[in-house]
């Protein structure tokens, strides 16, 4: 903080975009939903402890969808827990994000061919922000995934709407930023 006292010390002006200022804020303080399906999710509670350190991040597991912003959906989902996957998605407010964590949550995982109980990805009842691949992943994929829930929240903007924008990246399979630029000009236009 020693800069940042240095350069805001005396009276100055910071001129940004309300865009700006709101991604910042978003991005800065995503609060996961505290919830594990299995094994993977023991790997997001390491993440979560003092090696990791999430909340250098803002990351701060919150134990109510009603008061998260992020799902993190760590571990096998299996048709019974489906709906209850489904029904604490519903419960969260938007903006909201979805983060799949590991194979199981990807596309059914080990489950894929012969797990009759298995959904194969969670993609199929909710919609996914993020895909983290792994058996179960490390720590340091989960957080490279968090990041990249941060550079999507980053690229945001007021009457864009997230959905839209990410349909037409993957339509378009281009760069993401160079398109995300492009909505940017258009909607201003
Ligand atoms: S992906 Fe592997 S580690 Fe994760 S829940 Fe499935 S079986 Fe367990």
New binding site residues.
């Given amino acids: 903080m020693g800069l940042l006292d240095a350069s805001f010390s005396k009276h100055n002006v910071v001129v940004t975009s309300v865009d700006n200022v709101l991604n910042w804020a978003r991005l800065s303080s995503l609060w996961p939903m505290g919830f594990g399906?299995?094994?993977?999710?023991i790997?997001m509670m390491a993440t979560n402890a003092s090696n990791y350190d999430l909340e250098r991040f803002g990351i701060f597991p919150r134990s109510s969808p009603r008061q998260s912003d992020l799902m993190i959906v760590?571990?096998?989902v299996t048709m019974k827990m489906a709906e209850r996957v489904v029904r604490l998605y519903e419960q969260m407010p938007e903006p909201r994000y979805v983060l799949s964590?590991?194979?199981?949550?990807?596309c059914g995982?080990?489950?894929w061919e012969h797990g009759y109980h298995v959904l194969k990805g969670v993609d199929r009842v909710i919609p996914v922000d993020v895909y983290v691949p792994?058996?179960?992943?490390r720590p340091e994929s989960l957080i490279g995934g968090l990041m990249k829930i941060q550079e999507l929240i980053r690229m945001e903007q007021i009457g864009l709407s997230r959905t839209d924008a990410l349909k037409k990246l993957a339509a378009k399979s281009v760069d993401p930023q160079q398109a995300i630029e492009r909505e940017r000009r258009a909607v201003r236009a």
Avoid: D, H, I, Q
């Fill in positions: 399906l299995a094994c993977c999710a790997e760590a571990g096998t964590m590991g194979s199981c949550s990807n995982g080990p489950y792994g058996c179960p992943p």
